[in-house]
């Protein structure tokens, strides 16, 4: 039996801007996104019967095709006439439904890890544009690194990674809709939108400094203000010190950059007085993955 293992790592928005609404019904997007290491585990194995099964020890997530990773198997299996199965099981660490492509993340390792095992011989980009087909951020979660998204996220621009760093990642126990946030985002309200310009330079330049400063999501303004407590966090970070602090997507995950492990491991700590899923973990900025 063959078997096959990916990660799938959270990534964060430093920038996200949203431009205006498509014909298409989506919006278009500005955001530069970058991983950190905190992963989602997955071993995929080959199964004779024509089936896709998933299973994973968290009970926040379906385990049938409403599941994303259970998408993009169903997808490589039909696209490509294959009449094997897989068993995905998944091992989930990344928070669920937190603005970090968690379920998006998985999805893209299912279409590497498929594109291995059954040897279809499709490159990065082929991927990215069946990730596409699955959701915005797939095609970035199959690239990953650090990158500018265009388009509702598919049009991807490689970046220099941010300087080392540490990242504190708090998930507050509320429930956010992507869907909603969206809808309720007004862009005539929106007075100042983030700079990708000034981010990218900062990036270029090795900056952490610039990067801390150019960070900027306008979708906090819909955000914070339906969740009082996602504002409590970012202000419980910047005291406790965080170099740079930013809601992660559409939220609810709050993300602080840290120059010192030393302070990441403090300020972490002291958020879990006010939420359980806190984690310090470090900023990957280089894809894990290889470029086909």
Not at 111 to 120: F, V
Not at 131 to 155: H, K, M, N, Q, W
Not at 162 to 187: E, G, I, K, M
Request: glycine share 10%; with cysteine; proline share 6%.
């Amino acid at each position: 039996m063959t078997v096959v293992y990916e990660k799938s790592p959270a990534k964060i928005n430093l920038l996200l801007d949203v431009l205006g609404r498509r014909d298409d019904g989506y919006h278009e997007l500005e955001t530069v996104m970058t991983m950190v290491d905190l992963a989602d585990r997955l071993e995929l194995a080959e199964l004779p019967e024509d089936r896709v099964e998933l299973v994973s020890q968290s009970p926040a997530i379906p385990t049938d095709e409403r599941n994303l990773a259970h998408q993009a198997a169903r997808l490589m299996k039909e696209r490509f006439g294959v009449s094997k199965g897989v068993r995905i099981t998944l091992d989930k660490r990344v928070p669920v439904a937190a603005g970090l492509a968690g379920g998006s993340g998985d999805a893209a390792a299912v279409l590497r890890g498929l594109n291995r095992m059954w040897r279809l011989g499709l490159k990065g980009e082929e991927l990215e544009a069946l990730g596409a087909e699955l959701g915005s951020d797939v095609p970035y979660c199959v690239r990953g690194g650090t990158v500018l998204a265009r388009g509702r996220g598919e049009i991807l621009e490689d970046l220099p990674p941010p300087p080392p760093c540490w990242v504190v990642l708090a998930r507050p126990p509320v429930s956010v809709s992507t869907t909603d946030v969206f809808a309720r985002l007004n862009l005539v309200e929106i007075t100042e939108h983030p700079s990708a310009e000034r981010m990218i330079d900062a990036l270029r330049q090795r900056s952490f400094a610039g990067v801390c400063g150019a960070l900027g999501n306008v979708l906090e303004h819909v955000t914070l203000r339906l969740h009082p407590e996602i504002r409590q966090i970012k202000a419980c970070m910047e005291k406790m010190g965080a170099d740079g602090v930013l809601m992660s997507g559409s939220g609810p995950t709050v993300f602080g950059l840290v120059a010192r492990e030393e302070k990441a491991v403090r300020i972490a700590g002291g958020l879990r007085g006010f939420c359980k899923e806190v984690y310090a973990v470090r900023l990957l900025g280089e894809s894990p993955f290889p470029r086909g």
